[in-house]
């Protein structure tokens, strides 16, 4: 009785529902009924409010009748808004379903049986249960007074308008707690529209700006229902995907990446197109998506190879993979074209694998700026550089391999490679300090430095 108590949200129907309470465990059952359809309409009332407060024009209406009744002391108006409560908390607002509306006339009946002289027979008055008062107060509390007011059409577009909005959260986390808010008690059908919703977005490339968002609200929705989207995933996933077209393909391997139980929700005809995708894709970001998925992670590991210098990049990035990293750094080490250097200096300062470089890594990629004849000719060479110093910052005992670097740089009449020695030095200090005046044309700076 006290968790039902507290489960009220409405705060005059908290206190009717109280009275109730008081009423049953005195076993005056036919007040604890009154008391109970007394607290239901006092909470529809306060539903009302806060959809008036949201701008919904028909709960402010419904809400001025009542205030006209009772400024009017018009009892038969009163009476007949209070006999529509169950009709409009279900068809206007949906704030019930249907059985759960029953559920609730049945309260409505047997508080009419209660609140008059009813009687069995002439000798015999109308006594309800402890059973039956029981039951009208879960019905009531489970039903509609612990409920907030958003679960249909309203909660659907309050709900779509925060996904939509430029300020919805692309952290899965922090979108947890923005939309377990909205998706406070709704129902299943509830769920089920938004997920389907979110994946059919996930899958269209005009919905690209939302993608992240979308993602963020999916996931979120799985982890508070997710009994519920598994379901769904099992019914309706397999239709969706299979008509992705090809070109879009990568975004459904997005999603299976992304969301746990979908790849095996997909049919294996659409496992079957998902496999040969990633067996022909150039795109890094599509292949790291695969390294998610664990019927593709082999796969997508002996594409690795054959990735131009950019889609390697970004499959490093992605990725986060040391066996990934032995391959960037044998094409920048070997390299002799300075498209290759300017394709992969993206992953030297890419932040989310700055911890995965090993000792190896960095001793080569040290000794390609030393040995490298292609590399110093390169019009980035001051930028690699600086990028590959910052994966030796806190290891001083690297000095002795950047000795060569720090020579070539500052015997260059390049200006900003003199300014690179310098900057070796901040990291080495006891290396000789260098002269940062130029020779050379600054014109011919500007000429070299790469995009």
């Not at 039956?132 to 007011?149: D, G, I, N």
């Not at 922090?174 to 129902?187: C, D, F, G, P, W």
Request: aromatic fraction near 6%; charged fraction near 25%.
């Amino acid at each position: 009785m006290d968790e039902l108590w507290a489960s009220c949200r409405a705060e005059n129907a908290k206190v009717a529902f109280g009275e109730a309470v008081a009423a049953y465990r005195s076993g005056a059952y036919r007040a604890c009924i009154v008391s109970t359809w007394t607290a239901v309409v006092f909470d529809y009332l306060g539903k009302l409010r806060e959809l008036e407060l949201s701008g919904n024009g028909e709960a402010r209406r419904i809400l001025e009748s009542f205030e006209n009744a009772r400024r009017s002391h018009n009892v038969g108006d009163a009476l007949k808004l209070e006999a529509q409560v169950l009709d409009d908390a279900t068809a206007r607002f949906e704030l019930l379903s249907p059985i759960e509306k029953e559920d609730l006339v049945r309260l409505r009946e047997d508080r009419h049986r209660c609140a008059h002289p009813s009687l069995l027979t002439l000798d015999e008055p109308y006594q309800p249960t402890a059973e039956l008062a029981r039951c009208h107060m879960r019905s009531a509390a489970s039903h509609l007074l612990s409920r907030p007011p958003l679960q249909g059409r309203e909660a659907w577009t309050r709900l779509w308008a925060d996904i939509s909005s430029d300020y919805f959260p692309e952290d899965s986390g922090a979108a947890t707690e923005r939309i377990q808010v909205r998706l406070s008690r709704a129902r299943p059908t509830l769920v089920r529209q938004l997920a389907v919703e979110l994946t059919q977005r996930l899958f269209d490339p005009a919905s690209a700006a939302l993608h992240g968002r979308c993602r963020a609200a999916l996931l979120a929705t799985t982890k508070l229902y997710h009994s519920d989207v598994e379901r769904l995933l099992a019914d309706k996933l397999a239709a969706l995907a299979a008509d992705v077209p090809d070109p879009q393909l990568g975004l459904v391997l997005s999603y299976c990446s992304s969301v746990g139980p979908s790849w095996s929700c997909l049919g294996s005809a659409t496992q079957g197109r998902l496999t040969t995708f990633v067996e022909r894709t150039e795109d890094g970001s599509a292949l790291a998506d695969a390294l998610e998925v664990n019927a593709l992670r082999h796969l997508a590991l002996s594409r690795v190879g054959g990735l131009d210098d950019d889609g390697l990049a970004t499959f490093a990035g992605r990725s986060r993979r040391v066996d990934v990293l032995d391959e960037l750094v044998g094409r920048f080490a070997d390299s002799k074209s300075f498209s290759t250097f300017r394709d992969l200096r993206s992953a030297l300062r890419n932040e989310g694998i700055l911890q995965l470089w090993t000792a190896t890594h960095r001793q080569r990629l040290t000794a390609a700026l030393a040995q490298n004849p292609e590399l110093r000719r390169y019009g980035g060479y001051p930028g690699a550089i600086r990028e590959v110093l910052r994966l030796f910052k806190g290891i001083p005992e690297a000095e002795a391999e950047w000795r060569s670097v720090h020579a070539i740089a500052a015997a260059h009449s390049w200006s900003k490679l003199r300014c690179c020695a310098n900057e070796v030095r901040v990291l080495f200090p006891s290396l000789p300090e260098v002269d940062e005046d130029s020779t050379g044309d600054a014109a011919a700076d500007v000429e070299r430095e790469d995009e």
